[in-house]
Each structure stands twice: as structure tokens, then as C-alpha cells.
């Protein structure tokens, strides 16, 4: 499988299927030499043979266009998009990428928010190619969209739930995100996937196991721009922890 090069960064099994359709549809003047003059770069890359023997390394580019498609998606959840909103997502951006690529993928964006496509088959090749780590990175990346502007969206929560549940994501891994966002009394216990009722030996095992899950390291292929907002749900966690050894008066 070959790769190729847009603003986003160095982009491989994204250039095909439905996301190399999507791409090249909205996009592809944007990308060196487009996708549609690179067909053995990935037009068969989400023939999902069975004989595959491992999942092709996510490039920056193939998480940029995930991110740009899901994204839309959750946007336009609520049947309308507001300036104000795209305001706050191109703030994100910013924060996230830098100005330059932040102005690129604002452009994308607007064109995607209006193209239809079908979101299931997105997050099927998504959940195919990229790995657990990034995945759940980008549901991070949806949750902190959503709530930029500081509420919770009853129609953006729900269609982050079924993005979370097509990306093959777990129901504990999906409400440990979402409680880094939607807080509430239970939250830090959330975050760590245990219960209320869990013992303080039990605390102590579910933290040191998010803690690698969650660990930055497991993202650095994807650039230091994405490890540097997982480090924000590392953070997370520890504040999750630390939270839980105040309550219960643990050492």
C-alpha cells in the first residue's frame, strides 16, 4: 500500500474506500498528484481480504481525514451548523494542529458538512486500519469538539455513542471518555472503569491500567500535535486517581 502527501500530513490506507471517496470528492485538488491518479495507493486497501496479516501503520494524514469526517458528522447531528460553531471547532484546530493546517482543514470541513456519505462504512474502515489507541483518540478528539462551546448537545452525544459503538470502541472505554467531558459524581470512577463499590486494591489496579491504555507513547506515530492531546487524557486519569484517593483518604 502506497502513500501520499496533503496538508495534513503523510496519508496511506486512508486514499481508499469510502474514505478515499470522500476525500478525493471534497478535497482531492489538495492533495499531491489527487487520489484519483493514484489507484494502486489504496484502492484496495479496504478490500478487507482475509488473508491480511496485520493492520497497516496510521499515518498523520489517515487520522486528519478521519478526524475531519467524523467530525462533520457530529456537527451537522443537530440539522444545523451555526458560525459560532465552527468558530469554536476552528479554535480546536488551532490548538491542536497550529494555524496553518487549522485554516486547511476548516475548508475541508465546510465542504464535508454539506456531502453525504455513509458514516457506518467510515467508522468500518476506520476500526479496520487504525489501531485501538488511535481510535479512542479520536472519540476523545469528538468529545472535546462537542463540548467546546460548553454544553452537552443531547443529538452530538448521541451520535459520538454510535460513532464509539461502530468504531468498535467498548462501552467502559467510550464512558470513561465521555466522562472526561460530561461530568458528574461518579466521573472519576468512570474514567477509570470501576465502580463505586470497587476496593481500594482495585482502585489502585484499574489506575495503573488506564495509565498505560491511555499512555501518550501509544499515539506518537501519529505526530507530536495528537500525543500532545492524549497527554490531556493521561492527565485525566491521574486527576481521576488522585480525586479517588482524596475521597476515600487512600495513601
Not at 73 to 87: H, N, P, Y
Not at 147 to 174: K, N, P, V
Not at 219 to 227: I, K, P, R, T, W
Request: proline residues 2%; glycine residues 8%; aromatic residues 8%.
Amino acid at each position: 500500500m502506497g502513500a501520499i502527501k496533503w496538508i495534513g500530513g503523510v496519508i496511506g490506507w486512508a486514499t481508499g474506500g469510502i474514505l478515499g471517496s470522500i476525500i478525493g470528492y471534497t478535497v482531492g485538488s489538495l492533495i499531491d498528484g489527487a487520489v484519483s491518479k493514484t489507484p494502486s495507493q489504496g484502492s484496495d486497501s479496504y478490500a478487507g481480504e482475509p488473508g491480511r496479516r496485520q493492520r497497516p501503520v496510521t499515518m498523520e494524514g489517515d487520522f486528519g481525514v478521519s478526524l475531519l469526517v467524523l467530525s462533520a458528522a457530529v456537527m451537522r447531528s443537530d440539522k444545523k451548523v451555526v458560525k459560532a460553531e465552527l468558530d469554536f471547532v476552528k479554535a480546536f484546530f488551532v490548538r491542536n494542529f497550529g494555524e496553518v493546517k487549522a485554516r486547511q482543514y476548516i475548508l475541508m470541513l465546510r465542504d464535508l458538512l454539506n456531502q453525504p456519505y455513509d458514516l457506518r462504512g467510515v467508522c468500518q474502515q476506520i476500526r479496520q486500519f487504525m489501531d485501538h489507541a488511535s481510535r479512542t483518540q479520536l472519540v476523545h478528539y469528538l468529545y472535546g469538539i462537542s463540548m467546546s462551546d460548553g454544553q452537552a448537545h443531547a443529538s452530538e452525544l448521541e451520535q459520538i455513542r454510535l460513532i464509539t459503538s461502530w468504531l468498535g470502541i467498548s462501552t467502559a472505554d467510550h464512558e470513561s471518555i465521555k466522562a472526561m467531558f460530561v461530568k458528574d459524581e461518579l466521573s472519576a470512577y468512570k474514567i477509570l472503569e470501576i465502580s463505586k463499590d470497587a476496593t481500594d486494591e482495585e482502585v489502585k489496579k484499574a489506575y495503573k491500567k488506564m495509565a498505560v491504555k491511555y499512555h501518550p507513547d501509544k499515539v506518537s506515530h501519529l505526530g507530536e500535535d495528537v500525543q500532545k492531546a492524549a497527554n490531556e487524557k493521561f492527565k485525566e486519569v491521574n486527576q481521576a486517581y488522585e480525586s479517588i484517593k482524596k475521597q476515600r483518604g487512600m495513601n
